[in-house]
């Protein structure tokens, strides 16, 4: 014997797509809520629900509370699933549906919790990240887990490249989540280990930017992918001009310059900067208040051998 589930489904970033598809392909959404603010993820969820009938709400932080619960009660919502959404849900809310709430966090939990799962995994150097699918309990990402897929993180993903692996990822958890609630009339879950949980706030400025003196050339790079396309880039001072670096690839090793000397800034080296476990950087792409460009192109900024980044 099935049990019949109609999800309401919050979300506010393209990263879960993916996800939304699997309820959408098995007819399991109820309706899909969106931001007001965010006209991008309208668009997105008007196209994928055209023809279906799941209708889409549009909520702001003043009225989301009497938007849900008009939706869950007309919509006869029995399970609430969350896929980034800005707003905290009150407790009315989260316990209103038969089944309560379930969030989608692109991150793995208890050991990265907070907003930004995706960078801290790798401004952590983490090798590894995923998706937990865990209740909602009233705190943040603190409920008990109910799946969690993990991948590896490789040394070329940046920020959006990981964050498109999730999304994708998060598809299978997705399918799983709707066989268990179809099936059983409990959720399998288990609490999360609290001595190995760490939240982290949204990251300062110094965070991302590059520490010349202390960070390696693996380290720069990892900063670097971590702040590609987010941030726009790692940020970084040279000739008290401050700009973001996108890419780059680490090649072989140099003695005898400071750290942060810029050993090449022409068309046919490009543009390679010293570290401080003396290899050498090559900056393929930065981003300006004019643009993105090509690093050795910075040569027609004034930028050239000998000079230093700190």
């Keep these: 014997m099935t049990n019949e589930v109609k999800a309401l489904i919050l979300c506010n970033n393209p990263i879960a797509v993916p996800g939304i598809r699997e309820f959408l392909f098995y007819g399991k959404a109820g309706a899909i809520v969106v931001t007001k603010r965010n006209k991008e993820m309208q ?3 008007r196209s994928l629900t055209e023809g279906t009938g799941v ?6 932080k003043d009225d989301l509370q009497e938007k849900l619960v008009d939706a869950i009660t007309k919509y006869e919502i029995n399970t609430g699933v969350v896929m980034t959404f800005p707003f905290i849900l009150p407790e009315k809310i989260w316990n209103l549906p038969a089944r309560g709430f379930i969030n989608f966090h692109y991150g793995l939990l208890p050991q990265c919790r907070g907003p930004q799962p995706v960078l801290r995994h790798l401004l ?7 998706i937990t699918l865990h209740k909602v309990d009233g705190g943040i990402d603190t409920g008990e887990i109910i799946i969690q897929e993990k991948i590896k993180i490789a040394d070329t993903d940046t920020y959006g490249s990981l964050q498109s692996k999730l999304a994708y990822l998060a598809a299978k958890p997705a399918a799983n989540l709707l066989k268990i609630l179809s099936y059983g009339s409990v959720l399998p879950s288990k609490p999360q280990d609290e001595t190995k949980a760490h939240y982290y706030e949204m990251p300062g400025k110094d965070e991302l930017t590059i520490n010349w003196s202390d960070m390696s050339g693996e380290k720069i790079t990892r900063l670097v992918n971590a702040c590609n396309p987010w941030n726009k880039g790692a940020g970084t001072t040279i000739n008290d001009w401050f700009i973001g670096i996108t890419e780059v690839e680490l090649l072989g ?3 005898g310059k400071p750290v942060g000397t810029v050993l090449t800034a022409d068309e046919i080296e490009g ?24 690093g050795h ?12 980044f700190v």
């Excluded at 209708?55 to 702001?60: A, G, H, R």
């Excluded at 952590?124 to 995923?130: H, I, P, R, V, Y």
């Excluded at 543009?271 to 090509?294: A, H, M, P, W």
């Excluded at 192109?297 to 230093?308: C, E, N, R, S």
């Design 253 to 255: 090793e140099t003695k």
């Design 55 to 60: 209708p889409l709400i549009v909520v702001t």
């Design 297 to 308: 192109k910075l040569a027609g900024f004034g930028i050239k051998k000998g000079m230093q």
């Design 43 to 45: 668009g997105l969820i």
């Design 124 to 130: 952590n150097n983490d090798a590894e990240a995923g």
């Design 271 to 294: 543009l390679t900067v010293q570290t401080c476990d003396n290899r050498v950087l090559k900056i393929n792409i930065v981003y300006t208040q004019e643009g993105f460009y090509s």
